[in-house]
């Protein structure tokens, strides 16, 4: 069966400091893979989403990054972080886009707080 | 432009009382629908999807949700509330023509009364 990882579950950063938050998925391949944010009170916002190795589309524009190094591995970095960017930031996979509707399956989350 | 709208943002029921939560797309075509549940501090949980077919589905958890063409609507019910169905759900839209793209609603927020 499928799952998917993400870590770390809890992160507490100063402003300005490095972000790295890595997702992984298992029991799949050739795997479409999303992040999304959710601010407090608030809906989920698309950041990124990949549909391939090195192939990575912005949703929104702003100081964060996404990368595909591996065909299950979906990283989220940003050189300085700001206030703005605490959140709840949750990792996804879809099976590849083909003519049914495929659900996305999302990962346990990671919760970051920028002091 | 394309939307989800989840109009209630917080609804309290009585443990054992039904439960409607509303979701409406604003889309020219049919697209896919789907509802999930997300309890605190966790990731979202798919309770049921639809494609084509019967306009009533079922879910997991004793949920269904029964999509209306005419009223652009894909509202979640459930017979009776159990406590442990207090969460959070978003309704979610997929068009064939955006890939594999989700649209979310901004969710309501179900708190249960004991």
């Known amino acids: 069966s499928q799952t998917i990882h993400q870590w770390p579950a809890t992160l507490v950063q100063p402003v300005g400091s490095p972000l790295s938050l890595e997702c992984t998925v298992e029991g799949t391949s050739n795997p479409n893979l999303y992040w999304y944010r959710q601010a407090a009170g608030r809906g989920l916002q698309l950041l990124f989403y990949?549909?391939?190795?090195?192939?990575i589309s912005s949703e929104v524009p702003q100081n964060l990054s996404a990368s595909r190094p591996q065909d299950r591995q979906f990283i989220l970095s940003s050189k300085k972080l700001l206030l703005s960017d605490s959140g709840f930031y949750l990792c996804?996979?879809?099976?590849?886009?083909?003519?049914?509707?495929?659900?996305?399956?999302f990962g346990p989350g990671t919760r970051l707080t920028v002091l | 432009a394309q939307s989800v709208t989840q109009p209630d943002i917080h609804i309290t029921v009585s443990e054992g009382a039904s439960l409607e939560l509303r979701c409406n797309y604003s889309y020219g075509a049919t697209p896919y629908l789907f509802w999930y549940v997300q309890s605190p501090g966790q990731g979202l949980q798919l309770l049921l999807k639809y494609f084509s077919g019967d306009t009533l589905v079922q879910g997991i958890k004793g949920f269904e949700a029964e999509f209306k063409r005419s009223q652009s609507s894909f509202n979640l019910r459930k017979p009776s509330v159990h406590w442990s169905d207090a969460a959070e759900y978003f309704c979610a839209v997929r068009l064939e023509s955006a890939g594999n793209m989700l649209t979310f609603g901004g969710g309501t927020r179900l708190m249960v009364k004991p």
């Open positions: 990949s549909v391939g190795i090195g192939q």
């Open positions: 996804a996979w879809s099976v590849r886009v083909g003519r049914v509707g495929n659900e996305q399956f």
